[in-house]
């Protein structure tokens, strides 16, 4: 399995995050850490020099410069992956097809070792039957308590309560994605 690291520097809500320190460690180099104990081919795509030599030269991981383009707001996961692949291929970076990749985005410093052992022995158990994993985590508010400001109305959520007397628990419990550690399978759709 192919690790990649996207670390781009640009952050709108707090510049050059994945740069920031915490704990004594660039936010980046949390994540370093964390793959090489799991991941034997590790690549770091970033548009930030430092972030690559740092990858490069002391962790000894491939990096692939990502062109500003992939690097926006908008950018998609899917054209950052495309770029890695794409780079591999041409630079014949692995010396066996890439059939599954693990995206460790460095907004998530504090991964611990027993929780990544799990996420991966699920996936290791269950693989033939999906073709990705996305890791998860309970929503805080509950789409019962969201409104529609502009159209004035509560979402749909509400559809799911005939008495509004209801106890939140009993609510139906909603996830939202949480980048601690995504895998796909390569040319998969789903």
Known sequence: MLCII?????????????????GGLPLYQWTFNVVKEFFSH??????DSRILDTAEHFYHFDTIKRPSKLCQ???????????????IRRRSLANY???EIAILYPTVPFRIRIT?????GQWEAHRKNYNSLRTVKPVSEHPYKMFDIENN????????LEDYTVPTQ?????????????IYKVGKEK
């Not at 996207?6 to 915490?22: D, E, H, I, M, T």
């Not at 590790?42 to 548009?47: A, E, G, K, N, Q």
């Not at 109305?153 to 799911?160: G, N, T």
């Open 97 to 99: 097809m890439v059939e």
């Open 73 to 87: 707001d908008l950018s998609t996961e899917k054209e950052f992956i495309d770029h890695v692949l794409d780079e």
């Open 153 to 160: 109305e509560a979402l749909p959520f509400l559809a799911e």
């Open 116 to 120: 990544m052992e799990i996420i991966l």
């Open 42 to 47: 590790v690549v770091v795509t970033s548009d």
């Open 170 to 182: 009993s609510f139906t419990k909603y996830y939202i994605q949480f980048p601690y550690l995504y």
């Open 6 to 22: 996207p670390a781009r520097k640009g952050s709108k809500r707090l510049p050059n995050k994945n740069k920031l320190v915490l």
